[in-house]
């Protein structure tokens, strides 16, 4: 498998015929808001300017379960799973009651966006302090049931995003939510290792007087405004789930299998925890820089600079997933924002780490040239880049939380989490290998893709060899251009 301009440009050609419709509202209607179930009536075909408060939830005990005596085992794994499972069926009662929206997980990360009473921030936003309370009490009660830890930092921000969903069938389909709002909740939660309610500014600045007071020189949510909060909101549905997590003693069998590769032809709605699959794998993790900031501009500027946003983020999204998916074998766990998760694998019978690298580096390469190839046939002039991070390393894949359509795609491993943690480490676009990847990657690939620029395609597969390259063509179709070729 590799890349081709040809075919690259055909399919973003392709992609331009189907992008979401803005409506000349822009908003989503008053009416739609105040319903339950936002996200689920969410058409594929439309794109809408949401505001609300946006709730982002981080397990701080995550990666201390991921390994055993520094090892990733079997074992580990299934407990790190059954951790994720268990906090995944409590939070997934979101979604069944009237107390917000579950966005997505992502790994020990939850995202929930609380649009309602419409039209009214302090609300919003006491809603969403009540229900990270409510969240955090949950997750205690079922740790303590269940002997797994349960700490918990949350991070609250408000204000309007972009939404659209992706996607097709129940376990492919993604929501995304593009914006400030949710990227600064994000990366509140990820800014410390203290568990608790944390606001930003503009969150701070938006709720009722008094609910933010400061202490030892930091501002902080007032107790009294909390429990005031959580005596308001009635979170049913999220307490009713806790109560029968925290009494289930049944716990899921994870059984693990080999996946058949490529990745790509994994199907999520056939796994489950006792289907799972796990291998060594390189995880990709690709985010395109400064796009925050272009969709904040874009919400600002009108449904003209609207409409440009959702065309240039339909068509790089869906490309940089055809390049994972068509042209490398790879797999997407999911989209994150204006980011991509995915993960390539090689080896039939045994793993082979260096040359997953090596097609994880040659797709990354392939990303850049096509994200190049979106930004020139769609004639932007966006402020934007692509910043790809590689790890590897052993990765189980399964579903989890809720059974049926509900069920959550997983990726969990230290090879996800030091993906997206070496991308965030590249100032504006480039690449870089996590520790593990740089480890086991042959030199060629270390050297070029170890921290840096990161190359368009033809360049990557002339320097690491790969057949599509044409220097490779040329030497394989005249041995005598050898360069320690024997003279006649």
């Known amino acids: 498998?590799?890349?081709?301009?040809?075919?690259?440009?055909?399919?973003?050609?392709?992609?331009?015929?189907?992008?979401?419709?803005?409506?000349?509202?822009?908003?989503?209607?008053?009416?739609?808001?105040?319903?339950?179930?936002?996200?689920?009536?969410?058409?594929?075909?439309?794109?809408?300017?949401?505001?609300?408060?946006?709730?982002?939830?981080?397990?701080?005990?995550?990666?201390?379960?991921?390994a055993e005596r520094g090892q990733e085992t079997e074992a580990a794994h299934r407990r790190l799973l059954g951790f994720l499972h268990m906090h995944y069926r409590v939070?997934?009662?979101?979604?069944?009651?009237?107390?917000?929206?579950?966005v997505d997980y992502h790994g020990a990360r939850l995202h929930a966006v609380i649009a309602s009473p419409v039209g009214d921030p302090a609300a919003q936003i006491e809603r969403a302090v009540a229900l990270a309370r409510k969240l955090t009490e949950a997750a205690q009660r079922v740790g303590q049931a269940h002997g797994f830890?349960?700490?918990?930092?949350?991070?609250?921000?408000?204000?309007?995003?972009?939404?659209?969903?992706?996607?097709?069938?129940?376990?492919?389909?993604?929501t995304l939510f593009l914006g400030r709002p949710a990227n600064h909740a994000a990366k509140l939660v990820a800014a410390g290792a203290e568990q608790g309610i944390f606001l930003t500014e503009t969150a701070q600045k938006?709720?009722?007087?008094?609910?933010?007071?400061?202490?030892?020189?930091?501002?902080t949510l007032d107790e009294a405004f909390v429990q005031g909060a959580v005596r308001k909101y009635g979170f049913d549905s999220l307490d009713r789930t806790a109560s029968a997590v925290a009494l289930d003693s049944a716990e899921p069998m994870f059984r693990f299998k080999r996946p058949a590769l490529p990745?790509?032809?994994?199907?999520?709605?056939e796994l489950s925890p006792a289907n799972s699959l796990r291998m060594g794998m390189a995880s990709i993790f690709a985010d395109i820089d400064g796009f925050t900031n272009f969709v904040d501009q874009a919400i600002h500027g009108g449904s003209d600079k609207i409409r440009e946003a959702v065309k240039i983020v339909h068509v790089i999204r869906e490309e940089l997933n055809a390049v994972l998916k068509d042209?490398?074998?790879?797999?997407?766990?999911?989209?994150?924002?204006?980011?991509?998760?995915?993960?390539?694998?090689?080896?039939?019978?045994?793993?082979?780490?260096?040359?997953?690298?090596?097609?994880?580096?040659?797709?990354?390469?392939?990303?850049?040239?096509?994200?190049?190839?979106?930004?020139?046939?769609?004639?932007?002039?966006a402020a934007i880049d692509l910043a790809v991070g590689i790890e590897y390393g052993q990765t189980p894949v399964t579903r989890l939380g809720q059974r049926g359509q509900e069920s959550v795609r997983c990726a969990a491993s230290h090879a996800t989490v030091?993906?997206?943690?070496?991308?965030?480490?590249?100032?504006?676009?480039?690449?870089?290998?996590g520790p593990a990847a740089a480890a086991v990657a042959d030199f060629s690939v270390r050297k070029n893709f170890g921290a840096g620029r990161l190359m368009t395609y033809d360049s990557a597969a002339d320097l690491l060899g790969a057949v599509s390259s044409p220097v490779v063509q040329v030497v394989r179709d005249q041995p005598a251009a050898r360069s320690h070729a024997s003279s006649l």
């Open 206 to 219: 938006r709720v009722a007087a008094g609910a933010v007071r400061k202490s030892a020189g930091v501002m």
């Open 91 to 102: 939070w997934d009662s979101i979604v069944d009651g009237d107390d917000g929206d579950r």
């Open 1 to 66: 498998m590799s890349w081709n301009a040809d075919r690259a440009q055909t399919r973003i050609r392709e992609y331009l015929k189907t992008v979401p419709e803005v409506d000349r509202h822009v908003a989503l209607d008053s009416a739609t808001m105040a319903k339950r179930g936002l996200l689920s009536r969410m058409p594929l075909s439309e794109a809408f300017v949401v505001e609300g408060a946006h709730v982002y939830g981080q397990l701080l005990d995550f990666e201390d379960l991921v």
């Open 263 to 269: 990745l790509s032809t994994v199907k999520f709605s």
């Open 149 to 174: 830890p349960s700490r918990i930092r949350f991070g609250i921000d408000h204000g309007k995003c972009l939404a659209m969903t992706t996607g097709r069938g129940a376990h492919e389909k993604d």
């Open 418 to 433: 030091g993906a997206e943690r070496v991308q965030q480490q590249i100032e504006g676009g480039g690449v870089r290998l």
């Open 327 to 381: 042209d490398f074998g790879g797999k997407r766990v999911r989209f994150i924002g204006d980011c991509i998760h995915g993960c390539v694998a090689e080896g039939e019978r045994a793993d082979d780490a260096a040359k997953s690298v090596r097609q994880a580096a040659l797709c990354a390469a392939a990303m850049r040239s096509s994200f190049d190839l979106c930004l020139k046939i769609v004639g932007s002039k």
